[in-house]
């Protein structure tokens, strides 16, 4: 955090509700990717598309419980009013990249080529989307590390697949070897943009809680003042002394909405009346 208003409560319910949306997405994304491959097992058949279904089904079904979990103690926090550790983010962002590197490593058909296979798993596409979700996070710093955090752990599922990056200068820019590098370069790339968004939506949440802070102190003011001017307005007379000759009348007008002008008139036991003017300073 950087600023006062970043340390404020406001602000850290408004990154909680931001992370409450995310994980909200991601498990709206989790429960689509169960259908998909039930429904494509139910159309197709087959042996290997039955035991790849059950597979991911599975693996998506551990991620969904994690998330929900994670649901429930942002919940918490923002009930209690309290903030979650970084270890929280930390595990958070380590966790969730898991699943498309575990996806890539063990659900990859076997009829692709293996050298071929980190590059021809649609699962690897689910690395940009954590990294785009995770602008939602409002803090730039995560969104790096969730680009590095995916560039690494689809380096470890590809070289679990049998890749091994090619150092020969002979080597084409698209081949398997280099093309594995260059996609996980792409993530961190990935991860740094979202990082520029976050911090840009980061200022405009900033400012828009500044600006209501400032709006509530404008409130707070002007109720007091009403208090103030409706006590003033209370301590002048309100009925006018009869004095035979005279007609006596008296009125207040603050240049604001309160001011310091006073008066007041009294009649004593022996039928004299005495005026009162006075100005607070």
Partial sequence: ??????????????????????????????GAAILLPVLRTLVVGGHENVSSSLMMCGLLAVFSAYEYFMLHAVNRAIQNGRECGNWVWLS????????????VAFLSSGSIDPIYRPLANPAGLAFFLLISLSTLRLNPWLCRLSGLAAA??????????????????????????????????????????SGMVAGEIRKQVEAALREAEAQRQ??????????????????????????GGFEIAGWNQPAEQTGGDYYDWQVLPNGTMVAELADVL
């Fill in 152 to 193: 690494l752990s689809y380096l470890v599922a590809s070289a679990d697949l049998g890749w091994s990056p090619a150092l020969s200068p002979g080597t084409s820019l698209i081949s398997p070897q280099r093309a594995v590098f260059g996609y996980a370069i792409a993530l961190v790339i990935g991860g740094f943009v």
């Fill in 92 to 103: 958070n962002i380590i966790l969730e990249t898991c699943l498309p590197a575990l996806a």
């Fill in 1 to 30: 955090m950087t600023n006062v208003c970043a340390e404020s409560n406001a602000f850290r319910e408004a990154q909680l509700k931001s992370e409450r949306l995310r994980i909200r997405i991601v498990l709206g994304v989790v």
């Fill in 218 to 243: 404008v409130d707070r003011l002007e109720h007091d003042l009403s208090v103030a001017r409706s006590i003033q307005q209370s301590l002048l007379p309100n009925v006018t002394p009869e004095i």
